[in-house]
């Protein structure tokens, strides 16, 4: 009888917390457990784990110095989610991910990308959504399947990984500054105290609560239908890989805020819709994780920029460029190259003996300071 009424205490919980500002609770519940800062890491991470339960689940790959604290963000994620959804290793081969049971609404956690020598099941299991394997053994063939659908996390030291692997991820980089040092400290000796001693007290119950929610959500399918409103620019490839990732957070979004939302049905399927909120939230996430900063660019480079920004004309030559902005040829080609780097700028081609012509595809985001997504128009 205890434990029913536990249980039923904990559900409640649940619910209270499905209905109510939901981010903001798990931002709180994530500083409980001792993760200071990173908002938009813990949101995304905690998106991700629960988007296993989705169609096409979200993979998180956490890329930080080490000591950075990228495995502490993994850890307490991982507590948040049912026990039984989630399978951890700290190294797995290729080979090893053929001879696993089911994979389907599982969160899949490596702790250390470098321990995965060859990243193809990886790659294959997520493009997929399944792994199938024909092996001889003994002179009889076998085969291998291994169900899909689950969200991958993997944390890493090294950069240098394969570009196919990262265009699956969303890719967190961890908040190495001073500033959050110094809060990183402050919450170390807090927890010597006895306000620490309170929130120890309250992480079991935080856990638990998290642990009914999750078992609470239903496997429901989301349609967006809103998605046609959204427009990508068609200028950069980049577009290709962001766009679809895009429209998954939006998504997963929704799936998360799912018992505020009316049960839909069609043909027998029931499903629930992405909001313009959705949507908002899931475009304040992406700006941050997906987008680019103004901050990234030298100043002369962001003086051009607003120069360029200054011109009649979204497409011109350098000549052009020079012309207007009085710069010498050396010095606007070193900043030009930054510009396109980053894709604020795109080489246009052209024929044979014709001079270069540029676009700018840059229209005045991010002059606060903020993160924007390049190229992505909005539900207003």
Known sequence: MNSVAFKFNYDDYAIEMGTGNIFQTILEDYETLGVIGEEHNKLMCYLAATSRLMDNPLNILVLSSSGAG??????????????????????????????????????????????????????????????AQETVSGGQGQSRYVEGGCSIFQTTTNPEINPETKSRFFILGVDESREQTRRILAMQRKSHTLEGLKDQSDREGIIRKHHSFQRLLEPYAVVNPYAEELFYEDDRLQARRDQPKFLNL???????????????????????????????????????????????????????LQLLLEMERKTFTRKEVMDHTGWTKTRLHIHLTELIEMELVLPESTKKNQLQTYKLLYNGEGQDGRRFMLGLHSVQ
Do not use: H, W
């Not at 502490?72 to 080979?95: C, F, G, H, N, Y």
């Open 70 to 131: 990228k495995s502490t963000l993994q850890d307490k994620t991982l507590k948040l989610m049912p026990p039984e959804s989630v399978i951890r290793a700290s190294a797995i081969t290729d080979k090893a991910l053929f001879y696993m049971k089911s994979l389907k609404n599982k969160l899949l956690a490596l702790e250390e990308a470098a321990g995965v020598k060859d990243t193809y099941a990886i790659r294959t299991l997520i493009s997929e959504g399944y792994l």
């Open 250 to 304: 939006c998504k997963a979004v929704a799936f998360l805020n799912q018992m505020k939302k009316p049960l839909k049905n069609y043909n027998g399927i029931d499903y629930i819709e992405v909001s313009r909120e959705d949507i908002q939230q899931a475009t304040e996430l992406a700006s941050e994780l997906l987008g680019v900063s103004l901050d990234d660019l030298s100043l002369p480079a962001r003086n051009l």
